[in-house]
């Protein structure tokens, strides 16, 4: 498995999140996890803290985030992965809470699938309303 850190630093403010996954081939519909697209899934069920060690429940939006950024890539995945399913199984992140923002885990999650899957990374940029402490990520689209 491969950590990713997905890390931003601007005037003002800053992000960092580590991910690590790993990608599953199977022939069957996976048992686990939730479809983003037709062939790829989600899994976020067994989550660790990379950084302290416990294990992680993400909430609601937390797993929505992390299918926000899948699927952005999912097109790509499939157009690659000969394999009928891939469950991508996140397994740890690296949170420290001064530079997290749930909403990373959408690029983060992108951009291990990048790296993991050889792919040309798909421009995310992160802008923050200081007024309210609000981040916008703007995939270009």
Do not use: H
Request: proline share 4%; aromatic share 10%; glycine share 8%.
């Amino acid at each position: 498995m491969e950590t990713y850190r997905y890390k931003v630093q601007k005037g003002g403010f800053g992000l960092f999140l580590g991910i690590e996954a790993e990608a599953i081939r199977l022939t069957n519909p996976p048992t686990i996890g939730v479809p983003v697209s037709s062939r790829v899934w989600l899994d976020a069920s067994e989550v660790t803290n990379a950084v302290y060690g416990n294990r992680l429940a993400l909430n609601e939006r937390e797993v929505a985030w992390l299918r926000v950024g899948l699927g952005k890539v999912s097109g790509d995945i499939e157009r690659i992965e000969t394999s009928p399913y891939i469950l991508i199984s996140v397994r740890a992140l690296e949170i420290f809470e001064v530079d997290y923002a749930e909403a990373a885990l959408a690029p983060a999650i992108a951009g291990w699938v990048a790296e993991k899957f050889a792919l040309t990374r798909r421009p995310c940029n992160v802008s923050r309303d200081s007024t309210i402490g609000q981040f916008t990520f703007d995939w270009n689209e």
